[in-house]
């Protein structure tokens, strides 16, 4: 069982795992405060008050904001860049279209589904008139085609710390939806749908030497990066519409023309997205804290974190499903993925501080549009083929929701650059993802089950790592990797594994305090890896910038191997040897009968050798299980800096087998099929098919997913 095992090596691991559960009392009282509080607000440099209306029959948008942005720097600021994402479907010309060739997540963009978005007006609160200032910017690729980053020059420099108003309005044309926003029919996914500003960096803030704004194009292989701040928006749609979105519905005003006007508001958050169909199957539910979460489970946790109880509490939450009619009969397996993230991420990172969680079900056609993440609202995807039979246990509806859940807390509160260092949202939340999956539904079964076969997150983690896995490094530019494959394993597969296999260096309590305090100490700011590294090394109180080193910023691979075990008896002397201070002739003859004799006696001594080869860059101190005959298995550790290793032994017994790693203990490793071999059979060709035989399931199961 995974709970057993014991960090990697003995001086390198953290304190001791929980043991039996503390009386409650007792907890209270004796618990030091060992992390940050959670803050309750983010500093909220920037406000929107938007206020659009959709037109349906046309896919269109009219909107206009009101932009508060407050300089969080000691910089006189005289310009401010916007983001304006959906001019990425405005042509094949658009950096993201030529990255993507009009393709993502197995959907394609149709022949006429172009869509854009137009500043039509922007000036300051007193009136002046910035439109003639407005230029669109190429900051990665200098690709003059690309409209998606504006910066706007004014007329005055924003004071330090001093804030500026503005008013912008704008008309937009949704794509057909395959990546992430647009419409397909009667549906629409409206994201990344207004002007919005960039980061301003200060000087010091993951590591600037000086001030600036991020604002990066739109790329194929990116996603988003914006400052927190308040959100005041008023939709208004037809009245036949469902309508979702992120933050609390305040009101609901039904109008004569045949629309309706929906209010939402939302603080502390860094974007706003919302959804319209008729088709909806609205469906409320509710994490009742107390009932999910039970005293002695939040017992433990504090105990295992070192936090005071309180600490530790959970909050309830409203949960909105907006399903799609075909799919209603999994409508409690998607209510109890999205409990299960409330309750696993809630006890492990920190509770979660909105009241609202809407999970949003793309029809067929629209699931360009699933899979993704916004603040207290997350999109789904599954098919009607998982609704009953020998299918409801392949866990892609669960997988989903659970992954886009575990973005609120590394993207919708932790707000990492995600053009930049992709790997600290998306991977964060594939290693979340797969311990919640495996809390929840078993470790063993925790992707799914079908025809008695199990697979686990960590299989499915696990088979798309191998050699040629070797160039390119985990933190890199989202539109720097050198295929779209090695984006995708190096933003969440081999993240997840790297956080996977930090564990089990560091052993799982204190694995559990880095994450906790890592979330504690940058909810609702901006962290780079360096501040994860430095809070990892902080909490466990050991130098670990080599394995970051290594693993993040080092193109290697991880994969050690068992080459080579032999074990043969040790043949007594013969020729001209010395015996009891005298030299003498023994011949063959004589040599083998003194073996026979020591045979019989049970008096025959064995030597045995083992060899060890590094195959990959990575180096990591292995723990390597040697098993001899009769007695029980020894242990020892391969330190790292030796690229290969020869251990021979002389002893009574023979060696049966060695194996790296016995506890599994690094996933990181590229190929566990060669981590093991005996002395009299190998196992490595049934293992290798077992690992073919994984792949296929997961393929398999993405089909079932689409």
């Known amino acids: 069982m995974r709970s057993s095992r014991r960090p990697l090596v003995a001086s390198w691991s953290g304190p001791a795992r929980c043991g039996a559960l503390l009386v409650m009392s007792a907890l209270a009282l004796a618990l030091p ?69 009009g393709k993502l997540r197995r959907s394609s963009a149709s022949e006429e589904g172009w869509g854009w978005i137009d500043v039509t007006a922007i000036r300051l609160a007193d009136g002046t008139d910035l439109l003639p200032h407005l230029t669109f910017e190429r900051p990665d690729d ?122 939402y508001a939302q603080d502390d958050v860094h974007d706003f997205a919302w959804t319209a169909d008729p088709r909806f199957v609205e469906i409320e539910d509710r994490f009742v804290a107390e009932r999910e979460v039970p005293v002695a489970e939040l017992a433990a946790t504090a105990e295992r974190l070192g936090r005071p109880i309180d600490e530790v509490r959970l909050g309830d939450v409203a949960i909105r499903l907006l399903l799609q009619p075909s799919h209603l009969p999994q409508a409690d397996r998607h209510l109890r993925a999205a409990k299960l993230g409330l309750a696993r991420f809630g006890l492990w990172y920190g509770r979660y501080p909105y009241r609202t969680l809407t999970i949003v079900d793309p029809p067929k056609g629209g699931d360009g549009a699933g899979g993704m993440e916004y603040p207290t609202f997350i999109t789904a995807g599954t098919s009607f083929l998982l609704n009953r039979g020998p299918l409801e ?138 501040d994860f590294f430095a809070v990892a090394e902080e909490v466990a109180g050991r130098e670990l910038k080599s394995y970051f080193g290594q693993v993040v910023d080092g193109p290697g691979i991880l994969d050690d191997a068992v080459t080579q075990v032999t074990s043969e008896p040790i043949d007594s002397p013969r020729g001209r040897v010395e015996r009891d201070g005298r030299l003498e002739m023994v011949t063959g003859k004589q040599a083998r009968d003194l073996d026979d004799a020591a045979e019989r006696a049970g008096q025959q001594r064995w030597r045995s050798r083992v060899e060890l080869r590094r195959l990959g860059e990575v180096q990591l101190p292995v723990v390597v299980e040697l098993t001899f005959r009769g007695v029980a298995p020894e242990r020892r550790v391969w330190p790292p800096g030796e690229r290969w290793a020869r251990w021979e032994f002389e002893r009574a017994e023979p060696l049966v087998s060695a194996q790296l790693d016995p506890d599994h203990l690094l996933p990181l490793d590229a190929d566990w099929t060669n981590n093991a071999r005996r002395v009299e059979l190998s196992y490595g060709a049934a293992l290798h098919w077992s690992a073919r035989l994984v792949f296929w399931i997961q393929q398999v199961l993405v089909g079932l997913a689409l």
């Open 33 to 101: 405060v060992l992390g940050d509080p959670l803050p309750e607000r983010s500093a909220r440099v920037v406000d929107y008050q938007i206020a659009v209306r959709l037109d349906a029959e046309k896919g269109t948008l009219d909107g206009r904001e009101r932009i508060v942005w407050r300089n969080p720097s000691a910089d006189a600021v005289p310009d401010l860049w916007f983001h304006l994402y959906l001019n990425a479907f405005a042509s094949s010309e658009s950096t993201f279209f030529r990255e993507s060739g």
């Open 142 to 263: 200098g690709n003059s085609a690309d409209r998606t980053v504006a910066r706007v020059t004014l007329p005055r420099a924003v004071a330090a710390q001093g804030q500026v108003e503005l008013e912008v309005e704008f008309a937009a044309k949704l794509p057909e939806v395959y990546a992430r926003t647009g419409r397909h029919g009667d549906f629409f996914l409206v994201g990344q749908w207004f002007p919005k500003l960039g980061v301003y960096e200060p000087a010091g803030m993951r590591g600037r030497t000086q001030g600036g704004w991020n604002c990066h194009q739109f790329h194929a292989h990116s996603e988003f990066y914006a400052d927190f701040g308040s959100y005041r928006v008023e939709l208004t749609v037809p009245s036949r519409f469902v309508v979702g979105a992120t933050g609390e519905r305040q009101a609901r005003e039904d109008h004569a023309d045949g629309t309706t006007t929906y209010r």
């Open 393 to 530: 246990k392949v866990r892609m509806p669960e997988i989903v929701v659970v992954h886009e859940f575990a973005h609120q807390y590394w993207q919708g509160m932790v707000a990492s650059n995600e053009f930049e260092e992709s790997w600290l949202d998306e991977g964060f939340a594939s290693y979340s993802e797969v311990r919640a999956m495996e809390a929840g539904y078993g470790a063993e079964a925790s992707s799914g089950e079908l025809f008695g076969l199990r697979v686990s997150g960590l299989d499915l983690q696990r088979v798309q790592n191998g050699p040629e896995r070797r160039f390119d490094r985990i933190r890199t530019p989202s539109w720097g990797f050198s295929t779209s494959r090695n984006y995708s394993f190096n933003s969440y597969g081999r993240p997840a594994l790297v956080l996977r296999t930090l564990a089990g260096i560091l052993g799982e309590v204190t694995m559990a305090r880095v994450m906790r305090t890592y979330h504690e100490r940058w909810r609702f700011r901006h962290p780079s890896s360096d």
